[in-house]
Nanobody, 117 residues
Framework: VQLQASGGGLVPPGDSLRLSCALS????????IAWFRQAPGKERDWVSC???????HYSDSVKGRFTISRDNARNTVYLQMNSLKPEDTAVYYC????????????WGQGTQVTVSS
């Protein structure tokens, strides 16, 4: 299982970005995907997740601003991030677990998101 995260960048506050997490080696239909982020000097935090039934969940800090979605035909999960704030600055990682599992065993390499004027 390999995950490739992309789409990060430098944007001003209030702007938007869309992150992508492309899976290879397995069929996304049978996996749940989560996004995590880690800011400098801080622990890695969970941001959002989506399961094989398209059920989604968000942390309180991003609820109403971020939207997670999946395109099984492209084996890709997206994280649409709107109304970005400086505190959203972090390296964003996507992770995968089998639908029947409970641990995110597979991780991508991370993509940097910087929100700054």
């Amino acid at each position: 299982v390999q995950l490739q995260a992309s789409g990060g960048g430098l944007v001003p506050p209030g702007d938007s970005l869309r992150l992508s997490c492309a899976l290879s080696g397995v069929n996304l239909d049978y996996y749940a995907i989560a996004w995590f982020r880690q800011a400098p000097g801080k622990e890695r935090d969970w941001v959002s997740c989506i399961n094989s039934a398209d059920s989604t969940h968000y942390s309180d800090s991003v609820k109403g601003r971020f939207t997670i979605s999946r395109d099984n035909a492209r084996n890709t999960v997206y994280l649409q991030m709107n109304s970005l704030k400086p505190e959203d600055t972090a390296v964003y990682y996507c992770a995968a677990r089998p639908s029947s599992g409970s641990v995110y065993d597979y991780w991508g390499q991370g993509t940097q998101v910087t929100v700054s004027s």
